[in-house]
Each structure stands twice: as C-alpha cells, then as structure tokens.
C-alpha cells in the first residue's frame, strides 16, 4: 500500500497525492460550489467576494513560487498586480478593448518588468532584496501616481470588461469566476510542474544552499531569474483579471501594504506548498470580510492573529494539517 | 472609514479615506527665498539655500527613524515594520499630552516616555518569540502589529486625526543670512535632532550600556555568557528604539497631520535610509537619511523647473512628480546593484 502511493505520488502531479487531500478537497469544493450558494441563497455579493479571493490567491500562487520555493522574498509583489492591471486600463482608454491584445499584454508588461528588477536585485541577499524589490514597487506606485491621462492618484474607472469576440463573455459574473478559478488551478498545476522538474529542483537547491549549487555547476541566478519571471508574469495576469472583476484601476493596488497582504496570505496558508497560498488567501480574506461584518475594528484581532500566526504556527495553515495527518 | 493598512484587503475599490493615506507625504516650500533678494540668481540661489536646509530637517527626522530601526536590526537581528506605529504613537500621545497639559514641550516630554514604556511592553509581550526566527516571520508578525495598532489608535482617539500646535515663539522666521528667513521650528528640530544624534553618539561608544549594545550586536551567545542580562538589554534597546521614533512623530507632528497610517510611508523612507547606509550601522543611518532627505527635498523643488526647461510643459507635468517621488527608490536600487550591502557594511561599523 505505501509502496503503490508512493509510486503515485512520483507519477501524478504533486497536489493530488498532498498528505492533505482532504483540506485541499474541501477548500476546492467550496471554491465550486459558491456561485451555485451565489444563485440559491440570492446573495450575488459571495460571488464578488469569492471572485477576488480567487484572483488574489492567483497572485499569492505566483508569489509562492519564488518565495516559498525559491527563497526570494519579494516585497513588490503588488507591482505586478498594478502593472496587469494597468495593462488593462491603459489599453481600454486607447480604445483597444480586446482581451486577446489586453492579456497578453498584461502578461508580457508584467514578465518583461519582472525581468529589469530580477537581473537587479538577484545580486542581493536577505534583508536588501526584500528592500529593493519594495523600492522598485515604490517607483512603479509613483509612476502610476504620476499619470495623470489614467486618473493619476485617484485612478481610472474601466468603462466595460475585456471583450473576447464573442468566445467568451466577461459580463456574466458566474462565467468570469468559473474562468478565474480554472486559471487559479491552472496556475497551481504549472507551478507544480515547474517545482518538480529538474528547474524546480534547481531553484529549491539554491534556496537551501546556493554555493553548493554553483559548485555543482548550476548557473543559480539564470534559473531564480527565470522564476522570477514567472512568477510576475502569473501575477500580471491575476492584475488583469482583477482590473476586469473591480473595473477599476488606482496606484493603491500598488501601495507596499498590499505587496504585504499578499506575503500574509502566502505564510498564513503555508510557504512552500502547492495548495498553501489557496488556503491562506481564503482563510485571511474570509475572516477579514466576517470580522468586518461582526465589528468595525477588524485589525485588533487580525493583527494579533498574524501575531499568533508568526510565533506559533511554522508551515501555516496548511502545515498544521500536514503535521495532523499520518 | 477604514484605516490605511487596516481595512486594505477587503476594499480595492476605492475609497476617499484610503487615498487619504496613501498620498505620499506632502513638504510644504514655501517660496519665500524667490521673492526676497535682488537679482533672479541670488533669488535662485537663496531657494536652493532653503530647501537644502528643508531637506536636512527631513533627513534629521529620517535619522531618527532609522537610528532606532537600524539599532534593533543590528543587535536583535529583527525586521520590525511596526516602527512606524511607534512613531505614530509618539504623535498621537504628544497631540493628547499637550492639550492636557497646555504645554507643548512637556506634551513632548511625556510623550517620549510613554512610547518607550509602550515600545519595551510590546517587546516584552509581543517581539520577544519572534528573536531567532526567519525574517519572514518578523515580517507577518509585525505588519500583524502595523493592523493593531492602526485599529487600536482609531479606537481611541477616533478616526478623524489630531493637531498638534507649536507654542507661539515657534512660529517665527528667523534671519540666517541676509535675505533668507527661515521657519524657527524646523531650524529647533535640525539642531535638537543633532544634539539627540550626538548624544546617541556617546551612549553607543562611551558608556558602560553602550559597550554591551555593541557587544551584544557582534557575538549576543558571549555576551549572555559573560553575565549579561541580554534578555533586559534587548528590552532597553527597543524601548530606546521607541523612543527615537515617537521623537521624530512628536517633531513632525506639528508639520503634518497627526492621523492614521502616518507611520506607513516614513517606515518605508526610513527603511530605505537604513539599507543604503547598511543595515546595523548608525554611521551608515546618519549619512543615507542626510542623502535621502537632501535628494528628495531637492529632487521635488528642482526637477519639475528643471525638465519644464528640457521638455513641453504637458511632459514634464506628467513626469516631474513621478520622477522627484521615484528620486530616492532609483539611488537606492543604484546604490544595492553597485555595493549590495549598503554604502557602510555592518562589519565595518
């Protein structure tokens, strides 16, 4: 019986065979099941709150990848999401509403952006690669700032979503959450591809010793580099989907705390796990939109709770049910 | 209304509130010095003169943000984002101190210690787990404590902000040169910052505590085997820490609006500060928060003219103000590429 698992575990993609199938399974069965909640309980504000959970732990996936596998820790995360989503906004002004130019775009901005501040701040460590991938967020915040054609500070409100000609249509809010939640699983499963191969196996050796892996031969900054880009590319993406749900754009989606947010989610629900960022994304946004319901000063058991989160809770959320199961 | 940090996941729509704090910091120039004077260079020159003095006041601020910052970071080896609470703190504790007591400089007075006995709590309380983890866990623990407290404050003190007001005397210009007349306040806050530099100066270098903090920075497991209480230590130096920065909220206070979120954008100038000084230096920390200040103040009064004389006017409306912003993100991302560690790595501090 263990042999046979473990033989499955090799051969199928990684999240299926996670000692935790059931969270993983229940968190996915509800992420299913809320429009059909959203159509039964006549509650269309679920969907819209599902939707953005979906689109952030897209973005939390994406950081997930170079920080949780990777060891780089980004603190401008939120940049990419501002630049998909600016991609967005910038080309609907112009007139070009297509989804098939604004993606790609979003995608590629994102990707190209990622590669200037990768090929930079890859040549330092620790605590200052954390602080200069925030600085390169600042700069991309003020730039938005400072474009006054698309709103400047107070942002630019997105007259329709994208259009697809007629393959798909972004108006119908149960269709759009569907196709998000497909690219949210489709983001896990690249990722897991990617962590699995030998260039996921490349850039986890770098993070737990990066001049063993030099030694060996492995030319460490090209593959983080690669990851780097990935990971901003998926998050660019997520910035264009959450541009289409919001139809609003503001140099805030680019504000540090939000590139904070984003590094909470991926911790809460487990660094390094394929299905963590999910779990803590929902987890953090859900008791967000409760506590916020229940009392008007959410932060003072929010706060704590991360607290808590940080001194206790090593792996996360999903970390605990890992140690729980057999 | 939502806090900046507190509300911020749950409402990407924009709301007026949260636009509030994100702006970044305003620094009022006054164009005096272009209207004193004779000749249109010395009316120039007599500008640059003020803001240069403006951009040393911001960098003393800096300073004493970063000081502390860079303190904990040397010794307790912690990257603590809540530093801007205390700051914040520092200001909210001054507003009220000084309408209670009618008086400014014992506002002040009371302020500094109540931070630093709320810094050396929260240590006790709340820092302490975290010494010895992954930074990545100093980071969610203390943008938990940036909630908290931007909760906690507008649960006191309302959502609203407060005003802190200068004793009449202080609302003078006084003469520097002939021809530049410069706000008293800001000329008080550039020689007090001093003083406290200098006098953090020889407590580091001279004094029995200052040795053990140091000692305590280059190798903590000896120090504690000598028969130091490092556990005390750590809390003394972070209440310290506290101190510095609810000095530099009580300065700024009467500049700037004491409201919340005040403390989320001078954090992330001071951490700039502190990583292009390098981290764990208080050298380095005086030197980069004096570049920083200089090249913001400068870069905000100075480029917008200077690319209206190089670019049509629309171009440099939209640029000026995302450069002169962007000025000290790009010497800092300058800076890293070229020396990774800072302009003075902590080995040489």
């Given at each position: 019986m263990k042999a046979a698992l473990a033989f499955l575990h090799k051969q199928a993609p990684g999240f299926l065979f996670e000692p935790n199938t059931g969270l993983i399974a229940a968190v996915l069965a509800l992420l299913a099941l809320v429009p059909l909640y959203a159509a039964v309980a006549g509650d269309p504000f679920?969907?819209?709150?599902?939707?953005?959970?979906?689109?952030?732990?897209?973005?939390?996936?994406?950081?997930?990848?170079?920080?949780?596998?990777?060891?780089?820790?980004?603190?401008?995360?939120a940049a990419y999401l501002g630049i998909g989503g600016y991609a967005v906004g910038i080309l609907?002004?112009?007139?070009?509403?297509?989804?098939?130019?604004?993606?790609?775009?979003?995608?590629?901005?994102?990707?190209?952006?990622?590669?200037?501040?990768?090929?930079?701040?890859?040549?330092?460590?620790?605590?200052?690669?954390?602080?200069?991938?925030?600085?390169?967020?600042?700069?991309?915040?003020?730039?938005?700032?400072?474009?006054?054609?698309?709103?400047?500070?107070?942002?630019?409100?997105?007259?329709?979503?994208?259009?697809?000609?007629?393959?798909?249509?972004?108006?119908?809010?149960?269709?759009?959450?569907?196709?998000?939640?497909?690219?949210l699983l489709a983001s896990v499963y690249l990722v897991s591809r990617l962590v699995n191969s030998r260039f996921g196996l490349a850039i986890q050796g770098a993070r737990s010793n990066e001049r063993r892996m030099r030694a060996v031969g492995f030319p460490t900054f090209r593959y983080k580099l690669v990851s780097f880009v990935i990971a901003g590319a998926l998050c660019g993406l997520a910035g264009a989907l959450l541009a289409n749900q919001t139809n609003f754009i503001s140099p805030a989606l680019m504000f540090w705390t939000r590139s904070g947010d984003l590094m909470v989610m991926v911790i809460l629900g487990g660094l390094g796990s394929l299905f963590g960022p999910v779990i803590g994304t929902v987890t953090y946004l859900l008791l967000e939109e409760a506590l916020s319901r229940v009392t008007e000063y959410s932060g003072l058991i929010i706060g704590p709770a991360l607290l808590l989160v940080a001194i206790y809770l090593r792996g996360g959320i999903e970390g605990v049910f890992r140690k729980a199961a057999p | 209304m939502r806090a900046g940090v507190g509300g911020s996941t749950s409402d990407i729509l924009p709301q007026q509130t949260d636009e509030q704090f994100l702006r970044p910091i305003p620094y009022p120039s006054p164009p005096r010095a272009l209207r004193a004077g004779g000749g249109k260079s010395s009316a120039v020159m007599l500008y640059f003169i003020e803001q240069s003095l403006n951009g040393v006041q911001l960098g003393m601020l800096l300073f004493l943000l970063a000081a502390g910052l860079t303190l904990i970071f040397g010794i307790m080896d912690l990257v603590n984002l809540a530093?801007?609470?205390?700051?914040?703190?520092?200001?909210?504790?001054?507003?009220?101190?000084?309408?209670?007591?009618g008086s400014f400089v014992l506002?002040?007075?009371?302020?500094?210690?109540?931070?630093?006995?709320?810094?050396?709590?929260?240590?006790?309380?709340?820092?302490?787990?975290?010494?010895?983890?992954?930074?990545?866990?100093?980071?969610?623990?203390?943008?938990?404590?940036?909630?908290?407290?931007?909760?906690?404050?507008?649960?006191?003190?309302?959502?609203?902000?407060?005003?802190?007001?200068?004793?009449?005397e202080m609302l003078t210009a006084v003469q520097i040169i002939p021809g530049v007349y410069y706000p008293l306040y800001r000329l008080v806050i550039i020689l007090v910052t001093l003083a406290v530099a200098a006098l953090l100066y020889i407590l580091v270098m001279h004094t029995r505590l200052g040795m053990l903090i140091?000692?305590?920075?280059?190798?903590?497991?000896?120090?504690?085997?000598?028969?130091?209480?490092?556990?005390?230590?750590?809390?003394?130096?972070?209440?310290?820490?506290?101190?510095?920065?609810?000095?530099?909220?009580?300065?700024?206070?009467?500049?700037?609006?004491?409201?919340?979120?005040?403390?989320?954008?001078?954090?992330?100038?001071?951490?700039?500060?502190?990583?292009?000084?390098?981290?764990?230096?208080?050298?380095?920390?005086?030197?980069?928060?004096?570049?920083?200040?200089l090249i913001d103040t400068l870069g905000r009064a100075f480029l917008p003219p200077l690319l209206h004389a190089v670019l049509s006017t629309t171009a440099a409306l939209t640029l000026a103000p995302a450069l002169s912003s962007m000025s000290i993100y790009m010497l800092m991302a300058a800076i890293l590429v070229v020396r990774p560690e800072g302009l003075f790595p902590a080995a040489s501090r």
């Open positions: 679920a969907l819209t709150l599902f939707t953005r959970i979906v689109i952030m732990a897209l973005a939390a996936v994406s950081l997930n990848l170079i920080m949780g596998y990777g060891g780089m820790v980004s603190f401008g995360h609907w002004k112009e007139g070009l509403g297509s989804g098939f130019l604004q993606w790609p775009v979003a995608i590629g901005a994102s990707a190209l952006f990622a590669l200037v501040v990768g090929a930079l701040s890859l040549r330092t460590r620790g605590v200052y690669f954390i602080m200069i991938t925030l600085a390169f967020a600042q700069m991309v915040y003020y730039v938005a700032q400072g474009l006054d054609r698309y709103g400047g500070d107070d942002g630019l409100t997105i007259g329709n979503r994208s259009t697809f000609h007629g393959l798909v249509n972004l108006n119908d809010n149960t269709l759009f959450y569907y196709l998000c939640l497909v690219l | 530093h801007g609470s205390l700051y914040m703190l520092g200001a909210y504790f001054a507003a009220t101190f000084a309408a209670a007591t506002g002040a007075a009371l302020a500094l210690i109540a931070t630093a006995v709320s810094g050396m709590a929260l240590e006790v309380i709340a820092i302490r787990p975290l010494y010895g983890r992954p930074h990545l866990d100093h980071v969610l623990g203390t943008f938990g404590l940036i909630l908290f407290f931007n909760e906690l404050v507008r649960l006191v003190w309302g959502p609203a902000g407060m005003t802190l007001s200068l004793p009449s140091r000692a305590g920075a280059s190798n903590r497991e000896m120090v504690g085997a000598l028969g130091v209480n490092i556990k005390l230590l750590y809390t003394l130096v972070f209440g310290l820490g506290a101190a510095l920065a609810a000095f530099a909220g009580v300065m700024q206070a009467p500049i700037l609006a004491v409201q919340i979120g005040m403390g989320e954008n001078i954090l992330i100038l001071a951490l700039v500060v502190i990583v292009i000084g390098g981290i764990g230096s208080i050298r380095g920390a005086f030197v980069a928060a004096l570049i920083v200040g």
